[in-house]
């Protein structure tokens, strides 16, 4: 476990957000954010109280709480293909019934609550094409097929990193420049989704809603008031797999994208929770070949980015909750049993196991002082679950 220094998050009333008008500063303002104590042993900060079960499996699902219910949100199935139902899970029976269907099927995406409505984002239809490209090697440079939107400027600066079949590919700073092999053939597969639907849970109907800018898959997002965060994630070009470190800001009032401020760090399969202020924390991910153990905290109000104290060690493909003064994260693709509790008032993290069933690509929801873990699987050869894990506080 680490050592870190305590950082100071300031409170904040959200204010009105400007297209690029966000910029990246060191720390975030004072007073520190007082968050709520959780009184639980550090060593042992869950128990787990139930194993419950989906109308049938998910790998890669969304969910959003609301109310006494759970909205359970596409995934991919049985057979490995994307789903476009929705189940509503009641926290109270412990029952799970059919309640809408999506426009789209998808995996990989996102899902938030803005009022009564869902708002579902992006993720992948699993029906286009997608390139395989092999691992980093030592060649000589060859052309850069520079994607303007997402290569060019913020490569020259460092900013940016990609790894794909013509892109050279620098894992830090003082890394060698690495060249990727000459391009592989195409494999059916990837088709990452640039639409979003929106559910009236009043009703169950779903109806289109403003495209993200660009499409975008395993990506991490979070809301805050009326304001939709999508942050980072993996999409397509003809160089190959891009990996971003792109924030687009929906406004649901006004149906209007923005863009905000760059993430600190370049990742795909990353996970968001919003904290008490109204603060977004980004944990982990992946950025080929590596994954990440980093900790981004974006202030709305200002658009500012800070990094705080990493995780004990590199995470990805996890679900994060975040649940009285700690973080949970769930799963991580390499380690699919291990779980790692955020401890937010002394930033550190440590590792712990209970009796979680490993899982990766999971979808997590507090609901009813519980936290409830959806769905996933343990690696790509096995199937999804219809596994639903439920964990609440151990209280002294």
């Given at each position: 476990?680490?050592?870190?220094?305590?950082?100071?998050?300031?409170?904040?009333?959200?204010?009105p957000?400007?297209?690029?008008?966000?910029?990246?500063?060191?720390?975030?303002?004072?007073?520190?954010?007082?968050?709520?104590?959780?009184?639980?042993p550090?060593?042992v900060?869950?128990q787990?109280?139930?194993?419950?079960?989906?109308?049938?499996?998910?790998?890669?699902?969304?969910?959003?709480?609301?109310?006494?219910?759970?909205?359970?949100?596409?995934?991919s199935?049985?057979?490995?293909?994307?789903?476009?139902?929705?189940?509503?899970?009641?926290?109270?029976?412990?029952?799970?019934?059919?309640?809408?269907?999506?426009?789209?099927?998808?995996?990989?995406?996102?899902?938030?609550?803005?009022?009564?409505k869902i708002?579902?984002?992006?993720?992948?239809?699993?029906?286009?094409?997608?390139?395989?490209?092999?691992?980093?090697?030592?060649?000589?440079?060859?052309?850069?097929?520079?994607?303007?939107?997402?290569?060019?400027?913020?490569?020259?600066a460092?900013?940016?990193?990609?790894?794909?079949?013509?892109?050279?590919?620098?894992?830090?700073?003082?890394?060698?420049?690495?060249?990727?092999?000459?391009?592989?053939?195409?494999?059916?597969?990837?088709?990452?989704?640039?639409?979003?639907?929106?559910?009236?849970?009043?009703?169950?109907?779903?109806?289109?809603?403003?495209?993200?800018?660009?499409?975008?898959?395993?990506?991490?997002?979070?809301?805050?008031?009326?304001h939709i965060?999508?942050?980072?994630?993996?999409t397509l070009?003809?160089a190959?797999?891009?990996?971003?470190?792109?924030?687009?800001?929906?406004?649901?009032?006004?149906?209007?994208?923005?863009?905000?401020?760059?993430?600190?760090?370049?990742?795909?399969?990353?996970?968001?929770?919003?904290?008490?202020?109204?603060?977004?924390?980004?944990?982990?991910?992946?950025?080929?070949?590596?994954a990440?153990?980093?900790?981004?905290?974006?202030?709305?109000?200002?658009?500012?980015?800070?990094?705080?104290?990493?995780?004990?060690r590199?995470?990805?493909?996890?679900?994060?909750?975040?649940?009285?003064h700690?973080?949970?994260?769930?799963?991580?693709?390499?380690?699919?049993?291990?779980?790692i509790?955020?401890?937010?008032?002394?930033?550190?993290?440590?590792?712990?196991?209970?009796?979680?069933?490993a899982s990766?690509?999971?979808?997590?929801?507090?609901?009813n002082d519980?936290?409830?873990?959806i769905?996933?699987?343990?690696?790509?050869?096995?199937?999804?679950?219809?596994l639903?894990?439920?964990?609440?506080?151990?209280?002294?």
């Amino acid at each position: 476990m680490r050592s870190i220094l305590p950082v100071s998050l300031g409170l904040l009333m959200l204010a009105p957000f400007a297209a690029r008008a966000l910029t990246t500063e060191k720390k975030l303002a004072s007073p520190a954010l007082q968050l709520p104590q959780l009184s639980v042993p550090a060593n042992v900060p869950l128990q787990k109280v139930a194993e419950l079960r989906m109308l049938e499996p998910r790998f890669a699902p969304a969910a959003v709480a609301h109310g006494n219910f759970i909205y359970i949100i596409g995934g991919s199935g049985r057979n490995d293909a994307p789903l476009a139902s929705v189940e509503r899970f009641d926290v109270r029976t412990g029952r799970s019934e059919p309640f809408t269907t999506l426009q789209t099927p998808r995996l990989w995406h996102q899902a938030v609550l803005v009022g009564d409505k869902i708002y579902v984002l992006g993720g992948d239809s699993l029906n286009g094409i997608s390139p395989s490209w092999p691992s980093p090697s030592l060649h000589g440079p060859v052309s850069i097929d520079a994607d303007t939107d997402e290569i060019g400027a913020r490569w020259a600066a460092r900013e940016w990193v990609q790894f794909g079949p013509t892109t050279p590919y620098r894992p830090f700073p003082s890394s060698p420049l690495l060249y990727a092999s000459a391009p592989q053939p195409a494999r059916p597969g990837r088709n990452p989704l640039s639409s979003v639907e929106i559910i009236d849970l009043a009703t169950g109907a779903t109806a289109a809603g403003p495209a993200l800018p660009k499409p975008r898959t395993n990506f991490a997002c979070a809301a805050v008031g009326r304001h939709i965060f999508v942050i980072g994630g993996r999409t397509l070009s003809a160089a190959g797999p891009i990996v971003s470190n792109r924030v687009f800001i929906l406004d649901t009032a006004s149906a209007t994208w923005t863009e905000g401020a760059p993430t600190p760090h370049v990742r795909s399969d990353a996970a968001a929770a919003v904290v008490s202020g109204g603060f977004i924390l980004v944990s982990g991910g992946y950025r080929r070949p590596f994954a990440l153990d980093a900790v981004d905290v974006l202030n709305p109000r200002t658009g500012h980015w800070t990094e705080i104290a990493p995780l004990t060690r590199p995470t990805s493909a996890h679900s994060l909750v975040f649940f009285g003064h700690q973080l949970f994260l769930f799963g991580d693709y390499d380690n699919p049993g291990e779980l790692i509790a955020y401890d937010l008032n002394r930033k550190t993290s440590e590792t712990f196991t209970l009796q979680y069933k490993a899982s990766r690509h999971t979808a997590a929801v507090v609901a009813n002082d519980q936290i409830f873990v959806i769905g996933g699987r343990t690696n790509r050869y096995q199937p999804p679950t219809d596994l639903i894990q439920v964990f609440a506080p151990v209280r002294s």
